[in-house]
């Protein structure tokens, strides 16, 4: 059953996004993007499986939805400074972050990469290898950590 509805939604959401890509919606090319979503939605699935991936638990979600536009808007202004000025540069490198326990790793690295200050490269055990351009703990990731590092 759960393979099931993870199928569905797949196959859903690779039809939507083909419908939104397409210049017009005839029978035909819904025919055709639902077929090819068929296909995407069955390999999606079976990377997953083969990954064991999983989001994993909700703990600090809200935290983290809560900070996410404000890391946003901050990680983009530290962002333009690096730009600017080169000597800010020497601040970026590779970091571990160790998420609170029942934090989904899955969406938490997602999240975390989302922003323009972040990006996760590796995961282990509940630990983020994260490529940051400032040595500085953002929003997010303070609420992600409970903010411990």
Request: charged fraction near 15%.
């Amino acid at each position: 059953m759960r393979s099931a509805i993870e199928l569905l939604l797949w196959w859903g959401l690779l039809l939507l996004l083909n419908t939104v890509f397409i210049s017009s919606v005839t029978p035909l090319e819904v025919a055709v993007g639902g077929g090819v979503a068929l296909l995407g939605a069955l390999g999606a699935g079976a990377v997953r499986r083969a990954s064991g991936a999983a989001p994993g638990g909700p703990a600090r979600l809200a935290h983290a939805l809560w900070a996410f536009p404000w890391t946003l808007l901050a990680d983009t202004g530290r962002l333009a400074l690096l730009v600017l000025s080169p000597a800010r540069r020497r601040e970026a490198g590779f970091r571990t972050v160790r998420l609170r326990p029942g934090t989904g790793a899955a969406w938490a690295a997602a999240l975390l990469s989302s922003t323009p200050g972040a990006y996760v490269v590796a995961t282990e055990d509940g630990v983020l290898t994260v490529h940051a351009t400032s040595s500085r703990v953002s929003l997010l990731e303070g609420a992600l950590t409970g903010g411990a590092r």
